[in-house]
């Protein structure tokens, strides 16, 4: 993708989640200002594209870089076998494996599994653009 079609999408998803935390923020009683609300998103999103670089470019590995390189093969999973994408972990052949503790059992790193599955389906979006998404 193009550097302006990057920037337009960001913009977008800028935007439009602004407007979402605003409209969640009105129908809770407003428990935050509005106009703090959407600066404290501006600047982690800020962050996220500073830390994103900086790591990028300066340390050998860093823990969301990661993830959205095993985020990329997901993806690739998802475009070519959907069935797989959405079914992975998820096979007990053995009743006994749903309360395993081992390092491999699937509910072991279930919230780093799920992680990289929303980033995998961002990036049907985001065109597997890191910063998008961030």
Known sequence: MHIILYIAVGTVYIV?????????????GKPVAGN???????????????????????FPVSDSWVYFEESLKEYHVLL????????????????ANLFSTADNAAWSNAGENILIKLLAIFNLVSGSNYYIDV
């Open 80 to 95: 070519n076998s959907p069935t797989d994408f959405f079914s992975t972990g998820l096979q007990f052949n053995d009743p």
């Open 16 to 28: 439009g989640f602004s407007f979402l935390f605003l409209w969640l923020n009105r129908n809770t």
């Open 36 to 58: 703090w609300l959407v600066v404290a998103f501006v600047a982690k999103v800020i962050a996220g594209f500073a830390y994103g670089y900086v790591y990028a470019n300066y």
